[in-house]
Every structure is written in structure tokens, then in C-alpha cells.
């Protein structure tokens, strides 16, 4: 049992940030489609976010988001990233898919 705690606190041995943030996410659907979603948590690996409609584990998807000046502790700033998603579990109950990824790649964008 021990070894299993061990191995979910590697998993997360970044900080998670629990934000409420809109993003939308781009995600290859035959073809490319954008589905509006809204953070749970983000840390520096990855994301989990809450959406309407369910997306496949394993597709890649690319979303920017604005991570406020509490995170950053200086001014608000854009992320374009790119990920893989690791984990979809359909809520039902709630009427929102939570979607789990991991992200491979980010970029800081500047402010237009």
C-alpha cells in the first residue's frame, strides 16, 4: 500500500493550482474542432480541465489560457500549450466531462 502512495505522490511532485479559468481547447475530431471547457486544476505538467462533450485519451490538444496575477505574481499571462490527453471521466451526475492531459509543450505569448 505504501509503494502505491509513493507512486501517486511522484505523479503529482509539481504544485497544482486549483483555478476556475475558461479556455478552449483544440482537438482533432474528424478534423479539428474547438470545444469550450473550464479549468479545475493546472500545475506545470499538465491540466485537468471540466468540458461538455467527451474527448478520447491518447488525442493530442492544444488550448491557451491567462494565468492570473496571484499565480504569477506579477502581471496576468498567456499560455499557448500543446498536450496528450491521459484521463476522461464522464460525471453524468454533473453533465460535464473532466478531462485530464498532460502537456508536452508551452509557449508564453505577448499581450496584444
Known sequence: MAEVQL???EKRGTRRFALRLPLTVSYAEN?????AAQTRDVSARGICFYTDSVMDAGS????????PP???????????????????EDNASHGKVTVA??????EFLAET
Not at 60 to 67: D, G, P, S, V, Y
Not at 101 to 106: C, G, L, S
Open 70 to 88: 496571484e499565480i504569477t505574481l506579477t502581471e496576468s499571462i498567456r499560455v499557448r500549450c500543446k498536450g496528450k490527453i491521459v484521463r476522461v
Open 7 to 9: 507512486q501517486q505522490q
Open 31 to 35: 478534423g479539428k474542432s474547438e470545444k
Open 60 to 67: 493530442e490538444i492544444e488550448f491557451t489560457l491567462t494565468l
Open 101 to 106: 492531459a498532460v502537456i508536452h509543450e508551452y
